[in-house]
């Protein structure tokens, strides 16, 4: 891969309640790995019992600058059988960004049809730019319909390196597969993402690169290779 990532918009800090690092070792750790962004993006209540919505309030008070790092505000929010998601409308609007994505702690799982359609009105919110790890085969998804509604909603999805590096959840690889190919056919982008628990994985692209390299996916495809191209891409405004 020519243009490797810059940003690493998918990260978790403390405030998830089962992640280990705060805002400073993570944009520490991204610093360390020669990022020019970060994305705090922790999860949204209903994945950890010990989940305090008012840490997505505070976000506010963190600097836009560590360590020479940017930083963004957002979140990995649920998507709930009602189609709905869990974290408040006005902490939500407050953040620059929202990853959407399906879990199993506030999720039960259905079809391909209803676990489409309850990700896509997710994906219709104004804020949601962002799909999480949708390769999860044990939440099935209609790909096509997926991709095509990422294409309408101006959304793009992740290839999430934490799970290419632990394939035993069922059916990564072949789903990754499979929405790449509609990604190229239909020409909607991606974001690869860390999906970091703790600071020695911020910024770690590498399984997923060779992935993508192996497949041969292309690289103007990708947000997340150059940090003017993600600032468009949410809208971001300094």
Request: aromatic share 10%; proline share 5%; hydrophobic share 35%.
């Amino acid at each position: 891969m020519k243009n490797k990532p810059v940003i690493d918009l998918h990260t978790h800090t403390i405030a998830s309640g089962h992640a280990f690092g705060t805002i400073e070792e993570n944009a520490l750790a991204a610093k360390e790995k020669r990022l020019s962004g970060l994305g705090i993006s922790d999860h949204a209540p209903g994945v950890d019992p010990h989940t305090n919505p008012l840490s997505f309030a505070k976000l506010c008070n963190v600097p836009r600058q560590l360590y020479g790092i940017n930083i963004y505000y957002g979140v990995e929010n649920n998507v709930t059988n009602e189609g709905t998601m869990t974290l408040d409308e006005n902490l939500l609007s407050a953040l620059d960004y929202c990853i959407v994505g399906i879990h199993g702690t506030c999720y039960e799982p259905k079809d391909a049809v209803t676990n489409t359609d309850n990700l896509l009105k997710c994906m219709a919110h104004p804020k949601t730019f962002f799909v999480s790890h949708p390769d999860d085969g044990y939440f099935p998804l209609d790909y096509e319909r997926l991709v095509l509604g990422a294409k309408e909603y101006g959304v793009a999805l992740e290839v999430n390196n934490s799970h290419i590096r632990n394939p035993w959840r069922m059916g990564t690889l072949e789903n990754i597969d499979i929405y790449l190919k509609f990604c190229m056919q239909y020409r909607v982008p991606i974001f690869i993402g860390s999906d970091a628990h703790e600071p020695c994985r911020v910024g770690d692209f590498e399984a997923a690169i060779t992935l993508l390299d192996t497949f041969g996916f292309e690289e103007d495809l990708i947000i997340n290779n150059d940090e003017e191209k993600f600032r468009q891409f949410i809208g971001f405004k300094d």
